[in-house]
């Protein structure tokens, strides 16, 4: 039987943690070689410079293409407000003695419920346009029933 002093003992078991240690940074480097190689591409090492610069100057244009896109959206997010987005239509017959929903009211609002009505009104004598502003779902001219219903009808979908 081989009888080990301590001294060799601790010699062993530091070689065996130095072995151990050894092949956990050969995997770390394996590793690392290929994510250079990914990054690199192909390229020889002395490249690594240039490389690093061109990532730089896209990363660059990248951020100047957001902040442009950024501003683009709030122009546009400013229109948007503004812009017509609810409509609302309600055919009707306003007299009894004329056949059909020849008549109809139409509200064309934005996202604030700011816009007009429309109303047309069609009678045998002929037909009749009224226009009554919006603002905030509401009109400081009365509203008939219809008018109240379109509106109603546009915000509300």
Known sequence: MINLSTENLIIIFLLVILIAWTIVLQIWV?????????FLKGKKVKDLEEVISEQIKRMRGIESDIKNLSEWNEKLQKICD?????????????????????SFVIALLDSKNNGLV??????????????????????????TDEEQEVIKKAIHG
């Open 30 to 38: 394996s590793r690392t070689r290929k994510k250079v190689k990914i």
């Open 82 to 102: 503004i812009s017509i987005t609810k409509i609302g239509v309600v055919r009707f017959n306003p007299f009894k003695d004329t056949g059909g929903d020849q």
């Open 118 to 143: 429309l109303s047309s009104l069609h009678s045998r004598e002929g037909t009749r346009i009224y226009s009554k502003p919006i603002e905030g779902g509401t009109s400081s001219y009365n509203l």
